[in-house]
């Protein structure tokens, strides 16, 4: 029963969104000739540990402020509810934050140390970390939040794991981990809604805050449309393979969730599923994207141009 708790305090779920970045990256990395299985695992692991460390610190913060004691938790937000309902005491929760962010700094002071103090891995790492340290105290609540997480999730997250692998950068992997970013923003915007009062009440200033729930929602149909454009303008420019246009395939999928907050983005229960399709569309987008390198590494396919 513990452990069941626990689970759902690091919201384990959710960390197979940077599996699937991280196992993205190294895609593009292994098609370009470059695969280090030490440090692949290394990278897993470290960014979970980092992801964990942001969740559980969320977590505490929240709960210590009093913010998710006046939220109406659902499955994708408000919090794990694990400490509003005291199954967990907070100093535990609070120590497993700081462990997992030990862990992950860690790894990446490794990354520094054995790449001669790259200039390059420390800028990444740098900003990785002040994210984590003031995610919850500062930049959740001055509306930064989605814009940090999806630079992190995204093109941060992708230069990283593609840069230990192969020392150098690339604008094929910076452009997925825009496309993976702005995805995982779309889930963080959504799932603003429901906590829309809640935020206000305590002070944080949410985009949802800042800009209402009309203008933010269709700041989520821009976003949630963005990606695709982005995959079609890298198959049209030769910067991705013709292959990762499967990854339309979820489109209906993104069309449900935007016109499902339209019409119920004041109705925190009919939000749900559109929250829940937001958070599918991702993961699959990314799976989609990841068969489409696997089958140009594994499968040998051609990889046509098209001009």
């Known amino acids: 029963m513990t452990v069941k708790i626990w689970f759902q305090e690091i919201r384990a779920p959710f ?24 440090y692949s695992f290394l990278t897993l692991f470290g ?39 005291g199954d967990l005491n907070p100093t535990h929760v609070f120590g497993l934050g ?15 140390y054995i790449f001669n103090f790259d200039l390059v891995l420390i800028l990444l790492i740098g900003v990785a970390t002040l994210s984590v340290l003031t995610y919850s105290s500062m930049l959740a609540s001055w509306g930064l939040g989605e814009l940090i997480v999806g630079l992190n999730f995204g093109p941060l997250l992708f230069m990283g794991t593609y840069y230990v692998q192969s020392s150098t950068l690339s604008l094929e992997v910076i452009l997925l981990g825009a496309i993976m970013g702005i995805f995982v923003s779309s889930i963080l915007l959504i799932n603003e809604f429901p906590d829309h009062d809640a935020d206000l009440k305590h002070g944080r200033k949410t985009i949802v805050v800042r800009l209402g729930s009309d203008t933010a929602s269709k700041l989520f149909s821009l976003l949630l449309m963005t990606p695709y454009l982005l995959i079609v303008i890298g198959i049209l420019f030769s910067i991705l393979p013709i292959y990762t246009i499967i990854a339309l395939i979820t489109i209906p999928k993104a069309r449900f969730a935007i016109k499902h907050l339209s019409a119920n983005r004041d109705k925190i229960p009919e939000l749900i599923p559109a929250m829940g399709t937001t958070v599918q569309l991702t993961m699959f987008t990314g799976i989609l994207l990841i068969v489409s390198y696997l089958a140009i590494n594994f499968i040998n396919l051609p990889v046509p141009s098209l001009f």
């Open 15 to 38: 960390l197979t969104l940077p599996l699937i970045c991280i196992l993205l990256s190294l895609s593009v990395a292994g098609l370009n000739g470059f695969f280090n299985p030490v």
């Open 47 to 85: 960014v979970i540990l980092l992801h964990v460390s942001v969740n559980v610190l969320n977590d505490y913060f929240d709960y210590k402020s009093g913010l998710d004691l006046s939220t109406k938790p659902t499955p994708f937000s408000g919090g794990s509810g694990i400490l509003p309902k």
């Open 98 to 112: 700081l462990i997992s962010l030990i862990g992950g700094l860690t790894i990446g002071s490794y990354f520094v």
